[in-house]
Nanobody, 115 residues
Framework: QVQLVESGGGLVQPGGSLRLSCAAS????????MAWYRQVPGNQRQRIAR???????GYTDSVKGRFTISRDNAKMTVFLQMNSLKAEDTANYYC?????????WGQGTQVTVSS
């Protein structure tokens, strides 16, 4: 069992930056694929970044070059550094962990990009 708690969301102006954190509890954090998803009301939840157990990363096109996912296995935390934020990045952001048949979600943190 893994519990995920996101933090770091909030209101930011276009062009600004935010850093989201996802703190995990449980064990064997380093064996989990970790990812960030986001969801706008009325739309499907979309994966925007993932980091594998070996540290390799992947991003959806809309955030490439602006967002960076990283993980600190010793602190059992995954981060999402978001730069050059745009209004269209406004969404609820969710942390996700997966290993084999097991999947876990955080409760989400709201990011609003507005002037």
């Amino acid at each position: 069992q893994v519990q995920l708690v996101e933090s770091g969301g909030g209101l930011v102006q276009p062009g600004g930056s935010l850093r989201l954190s996802c703190a995990a509890s449980g064990s064997a954090f380093e064996t989990y694929l970790m990812a960030w998803y986001r969801q706008v009301p009325g739309n499907q939840r979309q994966r925007i970044a993932r980091i594998s157990q070996d540290g390799s990363t992947g991003y959806t096109d809309s955030v490439k070059g602006r967002f960076t996912i990283s993980r600190d296995n010793a602190k059992m935390t995954v981060f999402l550094q978001m730069n050059s934020l745009k209004a269209e990045d406004t969404a609820n952001y969710y942390c996700y962990a997966a290993r084999g048949e097991y999947q876990y979600w955080g409760q989400g943190t709201q990011v609003t990009v507005s002037s």
